[in-house]
């Protein structure tokens, strides 16, 4: 893929990642779609949370892909599928937070002390916040090896997203274990690939060890 190919398909999947705001834009405004029902502010926060948690796993599937495919400059895309993330669960938030409570703090503060699904939410909203405030190319320079592990913090997040998820889910309990179902195949894979790493490792170094034994 070339650098040029490259910066098209990124102006292609921005505009993607702005279509389901762009979608919820006016079916606000009741040009698209059925509009957002008669509690349009319960179905903006539902909307905005999903779309968040749906920018998360493809975030987090970016790597697997990549390594199961080959296509090394899939990584090109996952900052921005990452900030993406960032932007709707902050959305998902601000709509609460705004339109819901109208930005009464104690009110908001009791909710976050009070309904566990929110103080989970909320605990994975400001997990998120260092992680888009270091996604720059100098952050990651600072930080060196410690970005990576600070980032290894979105798999904490993506399981108190679907936590949270779960937990305010009334009766229907399909579409959140649908999302736990997701997520888990993607840490196995994770975790397969950290173990066989390791593994990889271990056995390079006992054969370099035997070697020097064997023709000291
Ligand atoms: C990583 C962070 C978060 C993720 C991934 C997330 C995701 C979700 C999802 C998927 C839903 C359900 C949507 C549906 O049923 O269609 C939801 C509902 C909701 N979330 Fe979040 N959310 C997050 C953070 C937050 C935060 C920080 C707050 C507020 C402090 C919040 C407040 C709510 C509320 C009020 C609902 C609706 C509950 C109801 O209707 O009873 N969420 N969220």
């Not at 893929?1 to 505009?15: D, E, G, P, S």
């Not at 006016?26 to 949370?49: D, K």
């Not at 909203?125 to 913090?153: D, E």
């Not at 179902?181 to 196995?188: A, E, S």
């Amino acid at each position: 893929m070339t650098a040029k190919n490259i910066r098209a398909l990124k102006v292609l999947v921005f505009l993607a990642c702005l279509a389901p705001l762009g979608k919820l834009g006016l079916e606000i405004f009741g040009l698209a779609g059925l509009g957002l029902g008669a509690n349009p502010i319960e179905e903006l926060i539902h909307r905005l949370g999903k779309w968040g948690l749906n920018f998360l796993l493809i975030t987090l599937a970016v790597t697997p892909l990549r390594k199961l495919t080959g296509l090394n400059w899939l990584i090109r895309f996952r900052r921005m599928l990452g900030l993406f993330t960032f932007f709707y669960i902050l959305m998902h938030f601000l709509t609460y937070a705004g339109l819901d409570q109208r930005f009464d703090i104690p009110v908001i503060v009791e909710d976050i002390v009070e309904r566990p699904y929110i103080t989970l939410g909320m605990s994975a909203l400001l997990l998120l916040l260092p992680l888009a405030l270091t996604s720059t190319n100098g952050m990651m320079r600072r930080l060196g090896r410690r970005w990576k592990k600070l980032h290894r913090l979105v798999y904490v997040i993506a399981g108190l997203g679907v936590w949270h998820f779960y937990w305010q889910v009334k009766e229907d309990i399909l579409e959140p274990s649908i999302y736990i179902c997701i997520l888990t195949v993607l840490m196995g894979y994770r975790i397969l690939a950290r173990w066989r790493r390791q593994r990889a490792t271990r056995s390079a170094y006992q054969r370099s060890d035997h070697e020097r034994t064997a023709h000291p």
